[in-house]
């Protein structure tokens, strides 16, 4: 059964930059969609980034677009390098994935995906 365990997080101060870590066990990434999602206190959860099978097409959310890049590695972990930080990006950061056919293109929401880490905070206070 595929697991998902996120690392990366913490606390930094406005314009530095972190980088999340999605690690797999259980079963290969490579049929898999997989996403980054947020929540803060108060806030509904919401798509942050998505990376897509075959080609690794990659979609942002307006607010993280220049900032954010999502990127997959050949074995199981999916990155979320963020630079430019800013407190509006202070929530817990989850990492989710979804089985997808060959060209299948998911909408990056997290009602589309499945499977779910445990999620990370990230805080970026001065």
């Known amino acids: 059964q595929l697991q998902l365990v996120e690392s990366g997080g913490g606390l930094v101060q406005p314009g530095g930059s972190l980088r999340l870590s999605c690690a797999a066990s259980?079963?290969?990434?490579?049929?898999?969609?997989v996403g980054w999602f947020r929540q803060a206190p108060g806030k509904e959860r919401e798509g942050v980034s998505c990376?897509?099978?075959?080609?690794?097409?990659t979609y942002y959310t307006d607010s993280v677009k220049g900032r954010f890049t999502i990127s997959r590695d050949n074995k199981n972990t999916v990155y979320l390098q963020m630079n430019s930080l800013k407190p509006e990006d202070t929530a817990i950061y989850y990492c989710?994935?979804?089985?997808?056919?060959?060209?299948?293109?998911?909408?990056?929401?997290?009602?589309?995906?499945?499977?779910w880490g445990q999620g990370t905070q990230v805080t970026v206070s001065s």
């Open positions: 989710a994935t979804v089985l997808v056919a060959y060209t299948q293109r998911v909408p990056c929401r997290p009602d589309q995906f499945i499977s």
């Open positions: 259980g079963s290969t990434l490579y049929s898999y969609a």
């Open positions: 990376i897509m099978r075959p080609d690794d097409s």
